[in-house]
Every structure is written in structure tokens, then in C-alpha cells.
Nanobody, 123 residues
Framework: QVQLVESGGGLVQTGGSLRLSCAASRRTFSTYTMGWFRQAPGKEREFVAAIRWSGGSTYYADSVKGRFTISRDNAKNTVYLQMNSLKPEDTAVYYC????????????????WGQGTQVTVSS
């Protein structure tokens, strides 16, 4: 069992930045593909970004490409999501998740989830 704990959410103005962190409870974290998803009120959970265990491959949703950066520090069992140029439409609860499957895009492929952290972007 892997426990994931997100932090770093908050309220920010349009154009601002936030850095989310997700700490994992197990050393085997380093073998997982890690992803970030978000869910806005009344909407389905959507893929934001993912990173392979080695950090060598990263993937982004088109809506955040060029503004968000995912990274990981396996020595610290932590994955990060740097969010720049934030927009009101980025407002959502952000979740980190872990998977050992090859698929990174679908939420259903992730076995482990954090509790979520709220990000609110004011206009």
C-alpha cells in the first residue's frame, strides 16, 4: 500500500504560480509512474500531467502544456507540479496518483490516490 499526501494548494490570482507537492510513503514509489489529475465542480476528473519512474518521460494535457511542469525526486519520494501562468479555468481539486501500469492518461489505470489539494485562481 502506498499513501500519497498532496500539499501546496491555495488561492492565487490569474497569472500567478503555485507548486504542488506529493509525498509518497514507500521507497517503491521510485518504480511508479506518477500523475496529476484535477477535478472541478460538476466536471469529471481529468488528466493534467504524468512522469515515468526515471523522470525521463513526461506527459501533459494540451490545456497545461507550456505552463505546468511535472518533476520528481525519487530520493525524497516526492513528485511536484509547478504551475505557472495560472488561469481561472485551472481552478480545481488537484490529485496525485501512482500506477505501475503502462498507461498514464486514464484515471482508472491508477491504483493509488492522494486526498487532493484545492487550487483556486481568481480573476
Amino acid at each position: 500500500q502506498v499513501q500519497l499526501v498532496e500539499s501546496g494548494g491555495g488561492l492565487v490570482q490569474t497569472g500567478g504560480s503555485l507548486r504542488l507537492s506529493c509525498a509518497a510513503s514507500r521507497r517503491t514509489f521510485s518504480t511508479y509512474t506518477m500523475g496529476w489529475f484535477r477535478q472541478a465542480p460538476g466536471k469529471e476528473r481529468e488528466f493534467v500531467a504524468a512522469i515515468r519512474w526515471s523522470g525521463g518521460s513526461t506527459y501533459y494535457a494540451d490545456s497545461v502544456k507550456g505552463r505546468f511542469t511535472i518533476s520528481r525526486d525519487n530520493a525524497k519520494n516526492t513528485v511536484y507540479l509547478q504551475m505557472n501562468s495560472l488561469k481561472p479555468e485551472d481552478t480545481a481539486v488537484y490529485y496525485c496518483a501512482g500506477t505501475m501500469s503502462g498507461s498514464y492518461y486514464s484515471a482508472s489505470g491508477y491504483a493509488y490516490w492522494g486526498q487532493g489539494t484545492q487550487v483556486t485562481v481568481s480573476s
